[in-house]
């Protein structure tokens, strides 16, 4: 069956770390790959995309990797602070962009 | 500019009522899809409208229904509404040409009881 892993539930890290969060799936074979942020009641906001032709994107502090063999995603934010703190959703499209479907999310806690 | 705007904000319904909810996409944006969130979950993918026609759909019963208007405007319908339908339900509007990520709107949240 298709399914979407990220690591864990929640991580905690300390302020001025990186952070970095595993998307894996599997019986998918998503030409793209998203990942947006999302605060308590509010919905998704946007962050990167990436295409399976992609090893990597960068953002500000922000930076994805895609790795199509292992079908895994990584998603990594370098000098955290408290403000980072929220949950990261990875979302994967189904038909060649024109869906896409989350994985369940990992809260992020940037501890000061 | 405004974003994605949905309506009503919260709302509450009695098992077996019927409930529309809105959506307003962004500007330029022409596809709008419709998700599921239940509490501590990712996002649950209901369908998507393009062209006023859905065009793609997720695993969920035909209880759940939609429409496109000419605006690109949408509505999510639910007809029978069980206690398991109390959610947060979020519109995301995209360009299908452009692609890219999509602009959520902050959902309805529907309670059912």
């Known amino acids: 069956s298709q399914k979407i892993e990220q690591n864990s539930e929640a991580l905690n890290i300390q302020e001025g770390k990186t952070a970095t969060l595993t998307c894996n799936y599997t019986?998918?074979?998503?030409?793209?790959l998203q990942w947006y942020r999302q605060d308590p009641g509010r919905g998704p906001v946007f962050l990167l995309l990436?295409?399976?032709?992609?090893k990597e994107k960068r953002k500000e502090r922000l930076k994805v990797t895609f790795d199509t063999t292992l079908k895994q995603s990584l998603f990594h934010i370098t000098a955290s602070q408290p403000a980072d703190s929220a949950t990261y959703l990875c979302a994967l499209d189904e038909n060649y962009g024109q869906n896409f479907v989350f994985g369940p999310g990992t809260r992020l806690s940037v501890l000061p | 500019d405004a974003g994605v705007t949905q309506s009503p904000t919260h709302l509450i319904k009695t098992r077996g009522q019927q409930v529309t909810l809105r959506c307003s996409p962004k500007s330029g944006h022409d596809t709008v899809s419709w998700y599921q969130q239940a509490l501590g979950q990712g996002p649950q993918f209901i369908f998507q409208?393009?062209?006023?026609?859905?065009?793609q759909r997720g695993n969920f019963p035909d209880r759940f229904s939609g429409h496109q208007f000419p605006n690109y405007s949408s509505e999510l319908n639910v007809n029978a509404l069980l206690l398991g339908d109390s959610a947060l339900y979020l519109c995301?509007?995209?360009?299908?040409?452009?692609?890219?990520?999509?602009?959520f709107g902050s959902g309805t949240r529907l309670t059912v009881v």
């Open positions: 990436i295409r399976e032709n992609e």
């Open positions: 019986n998918y074979s998503p030409a793209y």
């Open positions: 995301a509007s995209n360009n299908r040409d452009r692609g890219g990520g999509y602009t």
């Open positions: 409208y393009y062209e006023e026609e859905e065009r």
